[in-house]
């Protein structure tokens, strides 16, 4: 009997500590998105608005409250990130910000493509759309994120310094992914066929791909120490989460982001027939600005606390991944499907991409950041906003 006792014991005790776990885990969460610790969190109530517009067929609020609702849930996938990154070290950090930062433009270009592959009148919308969004999200990475972290940090800390190497790099790959892009324009406008952009594009996104794996083995590994942080220059910040909780709360976050960017797609064609806006400007700067509060939201905390690397990371890091690893993909599956996207994105989305890049190294050269050389940022992408709104 003695025997039995101690064997039920041994049964119950770990399923005791799983509940426990269990409930410490969904209490977390709890707390994560209660609004009572972040105002932010209010802005949830536009998910189940959203949801409800989308089944009663109300296009134009769907399309509304679900980039609304995505604003919230991609600063928590930021948050969750922020405190993976406190263990992983900054660059592993600003690298996994920007992959999940950047599943919403993945998502809602995947989900666009198909609707095209599958419905031939929305097809040249749904391409113009994807390509805008693409851009839009180097733009807005570029120029707006890295602009507000800029003045946010510059006001807390005069001058901010960073990894210079780090920086040059990113841009050095930057430059080689707008030659892609200007390249294709370049055969079109000499007389190239469609045919002609087409093969050349699906063979550089290949390329594409392939050197930015190269990139990530260089930064991850052969020359690990180029990216890495002194943590006497940053201070240390102790995690306010779980290694668990945090990846259950960026998996949980990541799904949500989906669904609403799933009625986003589906509900933004009612929605330029609506409003009467072009749809060079919501796919250049309304998804971008919506789908990239992630890094909206973190690149600015962090370069408040002096965590500039971090910062130009997850801004940087996220355009170069849209360029080299988000656009390749997006032509590769559309090739897959049967939809003509190519790496030829327009003459001012090209134009304005290039000029971005330029302005971007050039601030980043020294090394150093400050207030102005935000604005400066900032400036530019207003500028470009009101040329495409006039598009």
Do not use: C
């Amino acid at each position: 009997l003695f025997d039995w006792n101690m064997s039920e014991a041994k049964t119950v005790e770990p399923s005791n500590e799983l509940t426990e776990e269990v409930e410490h885990a969904m209490e977390n969460l709890a707390a994560s998105f209660d609004p009572r610790k972040n105002k932010l969190n209010f802005l949830l109530l536009a998910m189940p608005v959203a949801i409800y517009a989308n089944y009663q067929h109300m296009g134009e609020l769907a399309f509304l409250f679900s980039m609304i609702a995505i604003m919230p849930l991609a600063f928590l996938m930021g948050k969750a990130t922020e405190e993976i990154a406190l263990r992983v070290g900054e660059a592993v950090g600003g690298l996994l910000n920007a992959t999940f930062g950047n599943a919403v433009e993945m998502i809602i270009a995947g989900l666009a493509l198909y609707t095209a592959s599958q419905n031939p009148a929305l097809r040249e919308t749904m391409i113009t759309v994807t390509q805008a969004s693409l851009i839009g999200s180097i733009l807005g990475n570029l120029l707006l994120v890295l602009g507000l972290a800029m003045v946010w940090g510059g006001i807390n800390h005069k001058v901010q310094r960073f990894s210079q190497d780090a920086g040059q790099m990113n841009g050095s790959l930057l430059l080689l992914a707008i030659m892609a892009f200007i390249i294709p324009s370049a055969v079109h406008h000499s007389g190239g066929s469609a045919g002609d952009v087409a093969n050349l594009s699906h063979y550089t996104a290949i390329v594409l791909l392939a050197i930015y794996g190269l990139a990530l083995l260089f930064q991850l590994k052969t020359h690990a120490d180029v990216f890495a942080t002194e943590a006497v220059h940053h201070g240390h910040e102790d995690p306010k989460m779980t290694i668990k909780d945090a990846w259950i709360l960026l998996l949980l976050s990541t799904i949500l982001v989906g669904w609403m960017a799933h009625i986003l797609v589906h509900s933004l064609e009612t929605a330029v027939e609506k409003w009467h806006v072009p749809e060079l400007f919501i796919g250049v700067i309304l998804l971008p600005f919506f789908g990239n509060a992630a890094e909206h939201f973190t690149a600015v905390i962090v370069a408040g606390k002096d965590k500039m690397d971090l910062s130009i990371a997850i801004a940087i890091g996220s355009s170069v991944q849209i360029a080299l690893f988000v656009a390749p993909i997006m032509v590769l599956f559309a090739w897959a499907l049967g939809v003509p996207l190519t790496l030829e994105f327009g003459l001012l989305e090209t134009a304005a991409t290039f000029i971005s890049v330029l302005v971007a190294n050039s601030i980043m050269s020294d090394g150093k950041s400050n207030w102005l050389e935000g604005t400066m940022l900032l400036a530019s992408y207003l500028i470009l906003a009101l040329a495409f709104y006039q598009m």
